[in-house]
């Protein structure tokens, strides 16, 4: 166990564990500055696989533990197996680090440890802050209606309507309005066992005293409300947590900001905005649909290509094509973008994005409407909604060709339909604006869990 950094303080100290994806371990971090600005010291627990940089966050203290897991690229195909994993090697590490904590604070008189606040995939951390007396907290980092479909398929299952491989129907789901069977976020990912029992260990009422939540009642209150009525204990829906945090990077790749000079070169509302978060890949024909789609649609784009999210060799065939020249200056390509950066720049007018929950958020508390292609999981659910609830996105369904490609972005961008897209994104920023302010619901919220948390 390795101390990296100790931090003293007066005020209760709280213990983060978030998952080792950039997806949970930004709101994570987001959550623990709002928390330490207003007045609470942070350790935050972390594992050696996809360890967050230190240096961003002097103010907090950090911990490695021992996860005996080997640095490699996880792709979406061995997520489920690799969480169940990490719960079994962290929980030990976890406990013995705990444990020196406190018996350190009662010696040397540090604050006190009022709880440990986890990340839902982490669920090890609940057993483990019993057994050491400590109370404890869940942060969600999905939406409230990704809850409610994954416990959706647990009935549906148990039922016999629903096999474990899912399904492509186009039929309303009962009860979960606007989703589609084909929408529900079943895994295909591992053994059906191995999702079931992912649902199951995440969502299995344990003694936390609280959940947080990172969405609001401005998008998902009446789902909100159903879930306090079955949920024993509180929920505190507070977000956009990036919004309400004190602005800080918590990237784990470099961000390159020469995007950012290339974007004030351009118009205002022009540019799309191309990503796929941090875990998703594209395949070899999508790759090269998607190219031509944008560089036909003449429309100026920034497109992230992650390491690794694309195929190599098909890469350096759109470069034999002339992929780069048909282009020209119209189109920046980053490895890694700034992106609440890019998505708070007046250039950008529209994002292409698989839909993850937290660049959902961001599009959203920047009014920039989307095109949506999820690909696996929650992203589905979260399409969804943007496109048939809150409608300020277009939905594309399965394999694209570039004619579609090029269509759903003249539709985005130059069209009426995506004007009035646009039109709905901005109001929708302004409510989340609101409720992040006094008398706003996660402005409460938050007030109230931090008396919560000053109970323990
Ligand atoms: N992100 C970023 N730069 C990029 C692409 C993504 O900083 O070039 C951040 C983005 O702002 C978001 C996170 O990575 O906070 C991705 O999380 P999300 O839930 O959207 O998707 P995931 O990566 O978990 O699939």
Redesign the pocket.
């Known amino acids: 166990m390795e101390m990296e950094k100790e931090h003293r303080s007066s005020h209760p100290r709280l213990v983060l564990v978030a998952l080792p994806?950039?997806?949970?371990i930004?709101p994570m971090l987001q959550l623990g500055s709002i928390l330490h600005s207003k007045g609470f010291s942070i350790t935050v627990l972390h594992t050696a696989f996809n360890s967050p940089i230190p240096s961003n966050y002097p103010e907090f203290g950090f911990l490695s533990i021992p996860d005996n897991l080997s640095e490699q690229l996880i792709s979406a195909d061995d997520l489920l197996p690799f969480i169940s994993l990490l719960n079994l090697n962290c929980g030990v590490p976890f406990q013995e680090c705990l444990a020196k904590m406190v018996q350190k604070q009662e010696v040397e008189n540090e604050p006190s440890i009022a709880c440990s606040v986890y990340d839902e995939c982490m669920y090890f951390c609940d057993a483990v802050a019993k057994c050491v007396k400590l109370p404890s907290i869940v942060l969600r980092t999905t939406s409230a209606s990704t809850y409610l479909s994954r416990n959706a398929i647990l009935q549906l299952k148990a039922e016999g309507v629903l096999t474990s491989q899912g399904s492509t129907s186009q039929d309303l789901v009962p009860g979960l309005h606007p989703l589609r069977f084909k929408d529900l976020p079943v895994s295909k990912i591992g053994t059906p066992e191995i999702f079931l029992q992912f649902i199951t260990n995440i969502y299995k009422t344990r003694t936390s005293s609280a959940i947080i939540w990172n969405t609001n009642d401005v998008l998902e209150k009446p789902s909100l409300q159903e879930i306090q009525k079955q949920c024993q204990v509180g929920i505190f829906p507070v977000c956009p947590l990036h919004e309400v945090a004190p602005a800080s990077s918590s990237?784990l790749i470099k961000?390159d900001n020469s995007c950012i000079t290339w974007l004030e070169k351009q118009k205002q509302n022009t540019v799309l905005y191309v990503?796929l978060?941090?875990?998703?890949s594209v395949d070899k024909k999508e790759l090269g649909e998607t190219a031509w789609g944008l560089a036909n649609s003449k429309q100026p784009f920034l497109w992230?290509i992650?390491p690794g999210s694309i195929d190599d060799q098909e890469w350096k065939k759109l470069l034999t094509e002339g992929f780069v020249e048909a282009v020209g200056e119209n189109g920046c390509i980053v490895k890694?973008?700034?992106?609440?950066e890019v998505l708070a720049h007046g250039a950008v007018g529209g994002f292409w994005t698989?839909c993850?929950?937290?660049?959902?958020l961001?599009s959203i508390s920047k009014g920039v409407p989307m095109i949506c292609k999820p690909c696996f999981g929650d992203q589905r659910v979260n399409a969804r909604h943007v496109s048939q609830v809150w409608r300020i996105g277009i939905q594309l369904e399965n394999m694209c060709e570039r004619g579609e490609v090029e269509r759903a972005i003249k539709r985005l961008m130059v069209d009426k339909e995506g004007k009035e897209m646009r039109q709905r994104a901005k109001n929708l920023k302004e409510r989340f604006q609101l409720d992040i302010r006094e008398g706003g619901s996660s402005y409460n919220y938050l007030n109230k869990l931090i008396e919560l948390i000053m109970s323990f």
């Open positions: 994806f950039q997806g949970h930004n990237s961000e990503s978060g941090s875990v998703a992230v992650r890694w973008a700034p992106q609440k698989h993850g929950w937290n660049s959902t961001e």
